[in-house]
C-alpha cells in the first residue's frame, strides 16, 4: 500500500540538483510532498492531482504521471535548508500513506 | 489558531502500562490520522477516522486503539505498553483527502519510550 521512494540518501554540495522519485503499485490520483526536519513534524510542500501541472516552490518542483503511477521531485541548486528528509504521500480509499523516505543532506 | 495540538511531548511507559495520547485541532478538519514513526524510518499509519464517530485501522493497528467522540479530538489509546511501541507518534489533520487538493497538518509528535 505505501508508495515506493528512491533513492533513500542523498548528498548534495550547494548549488547542486536532485531527484527524488515515488512511485505506487496502486492507481494514483494526487500525489502530496512532504519535508521532516531532524526533530521536527512533516511539513506540507505541495500537491499534485491527476490531470494537473507540474507544481513548483521556490527551486522544487515535482511532476506526476498517473499512466506510470509515478512521481518526481525536483530540487534545483539546493540550499543548505534543504536538507531534511522527503517524504511522497499518496491516498487509497481515504487510507493516506507515506513512502519510507529519502534522506537529503545538502553539504556547503 | 494551534492547528494540531499533541499531548504530552515526552513519556516514559514501563512494560505492561496504559496510557492515552491525546490530540485536538481547531481547523474543523473532518480527517484525523495516527502514525507512528521509528528512528531513521517513514510513517506507518495506525488508525485513521474520516469524522467524529468513525474510525478505521490503518498498516499497524494492533496494540491500539482509538475513538472519535468529536470532530476535534482523536486519543489514541496504548493498552499493555509493549518495548516494540516505542516511538515517535504523529497525529495529522486534514479538511479532506487528497483528492480535494487539501494537505495534512502535522502535531508536533509524542515520543514514547516503553521500558
Known amino acids: 500500500q505505501q508508495p515506493v521512494q528512491s533513492p533513500q540518501a542523498v548528498i548534495l554540495r550547494e548549488g547542486e540538483d536532485a531527484v527524488i522519485n515515488c512511485s505506487s503499485s496502486k492507481a494514483l490520483y494526487s500525489v502530496h510532498w512532504y519535508r521532516q526536519k531532524h526533530g521536527e513534524a512533516p511539513v506540507f510542500l505541495m500537491i499534485?492531482?491527476?490531470?494537473?501541472e507540474q507544481k513548483g516552490h521556490e527551486k522544487i518542483s515535482a511532476s506526476f504521471n498517473e499512466k506510470k503511477q509515478q512521481s518526481s521531485l525536483y530540487l534545483t541548486a539546493s540550499q543548505l535548508s534543504y536538507s531534511g528528509t522527503y517524504f511522497c504521500g499518496t491516498e487509497n480509499f481515504n487510507k493516506f500513506y507515506f513512502g519510507s523516505g529519502t534522506k537529503l543532506n545538502v553539504k556547503p | 489558531n494551534a492547528g494540531v495540538t499533541q499531548t504530552p511531548k515526552f513519556r516514559i511507559l514501563k512494560i505492561g502500562q496504559s496510557m492515552t495520547l491525546q490530540c485536538a485541532q481547531d481547523?474543523?478538519?473532518?480527517?484525523m490520522y495516527w502514525y507512528r514513526q521509528d528512528p531513521g524510518m517513514g510513517l506507518k499509519l495506525i488508525y485513521y477516522s474520516v469524522g467524529a464517530g468513525i474510525t478505521d485501522k490503518g498498516e499497524v493497528p494492533n496494540g491500539y486503539n482509538v475513538s472519535r467522540s468529536t470532530t476535534e479530538d482523536f486519543p489514541l489509546r496504548l493498552e499493555l505498553a509493549a518495548p516494540s511501541q516505542t516511538s515517535v507518534y504523529f497525529c495529522?489533520?486534514?479538511?479532506?483527502?487528497?483528492?480535494?487538493?487539501?494537505?495534512?497538518?502535522f502535531g508536533q509528535g509524542t515520543r514514547l519510550t516503553v521500558v
Open positions: 495529522a489533520s486534514s479538511y479532506s483527502t487528497g483528492l480535494l487538493n487539501t494537505e495534512a497538518f
Open positions: 499534485l492531482l491527476k490531470g494537473g
Open positions: 481547523m474543523n478538519h473532518n480527517y
